[in-house]
DNA sequence: CTCTGTTAGTGCATCGATTTACTATCGCCA
DNA sequence: TGGCGATAGTAAATCGATGCACTAACAGAG
């Protein structure tokens, strides 16, 4: 019924509430084994659930966690939260979700809302240069940990990232294509206006450089090209459809390119999209590198290849680095960890078809 | 800071608690204009927000509902899990999201944890026969609504269920194939052991009969058949790796399917993976339906022919449900609300090639 | 026999908001 | 002037669990 109370215990088992209260928080030594035996027969036989909204307004504390990722049905962010969850319960702790849509206002929101809930504990997905709008809480006591960004000037001191090396993994991808022999490269994202946007694109003109080619040799296209005046209208909503406009609109050039690093596998998978719709192959008459390895990009046609986020492990360390600041031990101190990507190369990339590698 | 009380609101403007609490549960009238402006003032300058825990103490109202999904991994179900916060949000109420991975006693403890949390609303996507697991819940007062499954003798008689039409559904699947002139048809799902696959799987055969084929002409993949004993490996985890298998031993056959219909979407991606694996095309050689018309369907090679679930308007209803039982409004007696599917034909399906064709 | 220390267990204030039952004040009419 | 009925606002009990401060009982030391 639920109804049953730590008084309606202590009465069936003829000892205080006080008495139910130690058996049930771990001082089962502080009563004689009968006493403890009458207890845990009461409780059993009653059915006794302690009232958690009671517990935590005596104690304040609660076994609830907040993640808040961009949307749930992107494959990457539902892998991640399911990789997250199950950390969480590993320890005891259950996780409230939210989906912020990339919205800073909905991230602040959402995070007002948990901590309403008395969660003082969050991981914030949200590749956002600055989390100003977050700040507050931050300072009010949240424990909270940035994901899918790396630390940032301005950022609070506690605050930690977990983070896909960006830097390196777009370089890796970019390696890989200028290796093939590809030199007209393309960079297809959404809004630049990200952490790990940013530094993926850096990755990818160092690599560029290395290879002694210069941002006229590359082609850029972000969201905000389309000139919709609404750049983040190309979000985690429809990355795949970013993908398929970005590539038609980057083949229809007159020197288009005959690799293209897209930001994501969902984008990518677009990408591939719309070579197709362009009456091209994938692969042998245009090479698309993806970001993520969902496990999707395996089954593609042709299979995609990728930069690598080992997302378990990652989900793994957030949980752990929320953990640390929650119960207040080991350094606090503001970092970005940052985890080493791996290049899964598939078949989506090859070397460029003849005619176009000469013509750089 | 969070540590400012209600007691503390009062004192600054002057007034009682019981005047302030009036004032945030909607009685702003029971008081004089210039006694609301005090109490206004006075939230805003001390930035007061109701401590939760001690508000569902006392009211034994949350307005929090659970969600219990396979896997948010699974494109599918993170897709309707983001709809259904979207729908939540809207009405005011936010969602404890949780994965089962499909297996019941994960179901039953996240609906434990539901329960102990004081959560009296909870979807479950459960496509198992029978809620008994989960049957005393109902009886003490969840409200509960199925989805993704239809009501089963048995069923509690309050049960609500949502879901798509899946016989139909699968009807529309099979004889899209029929009237291409397929003939060997294959049938590829895990376990037979839920609600919506034995439903999809008397929509297949109803049609087969309709065209005057009887079991012979058929192949039956489940996940089952492995022979590992452990059909139920077979989940929403790999139900692409699971496709890309059936449809690699298919083909292997002595007389190979010309047209494969597949549980779901990612199965349906794995089988066109096992299709090529085999050396052959898909659409051309092997015709593929998918089942749901997730987003990454249109975004294959070749795009999949598949029978879309409206997973937006699905998952309002099942909130829509879910709040009318907990506001005890409306009628609460169990049923089935089936939704209509439809049919998406795209690129994954042809006619067979002619060889194939007359050797039935 | 008293004093100290230990064990076993209890009483009660407390967390913060809600809500019922109540009081005080005022207007108005007979 | 007395009394009725609103209106404005308050006092205090309550939700259920916790944990500090306390007591009772008893063993052992001096």
Known sequence: MSGVTIYEVARAAGVSPSTVSNYLNGRPGRMLPGTRKRVEDAIAQLG??????????????????????????????????????????????????????????????????????????????????????????VDDGLALVGFDRTAQAGDAASLVNISIDNVVGAQLAARHLLELGHRRLAFVSGSLASVNRTERFRGFTAALEEHGLTSQDT?????????????????DLDASGLGRTAARELLASDVPPT???????????????????????VGQDVSVVGFDDIVLADLAAPPLTTVRQPLEEMAAMAFAQLRQRLDGDGPTAGQSLLVRPELVVRDSTAPPPPNTTDRH
């Not at 939260?81 to 849509?101: I, K």
């Not at 690093?261 to 999209?273: P, Q």
């Open 48 to 137: 006794y659930r302690p009232n958690r909204a009671a517990r935590q307004l005596r104690t304040g504390r609660i076994l609830v966690v907040g993640l808040v990722v961009p949307s749930v049905a992107n494959p990457f962010w539902g892998t991640f939260a399911r990789h997250f969850e199950g950390a969480a319960l590993a320890h005891g702790y259950r996780v409230l979700l939210c989906n912020s849509e990339r919205d800073p206002d909905r991230e602040r929101e959402y995070i007002e809302e948990l901590w309403d809930d008395g969660i003082r504990g969050i991981v914030l997905c949200s590749s956002l240069p600055s989390l100003g709008h977050v700040q507050s809480f």
């Open 259 to 281: 690799g293209i690093i897209a930001i994501n596998d969902m984008c990518a998978l677009g990408v591939c999209a719309g070579i197709r719709d362009a009456g091209l192959r």
């Open 219 to 235: 082609l850029v296209w972000s969201g905000a090209r389309s000139g919709s005046g609404a750049p983040e209208d190309y979000g």
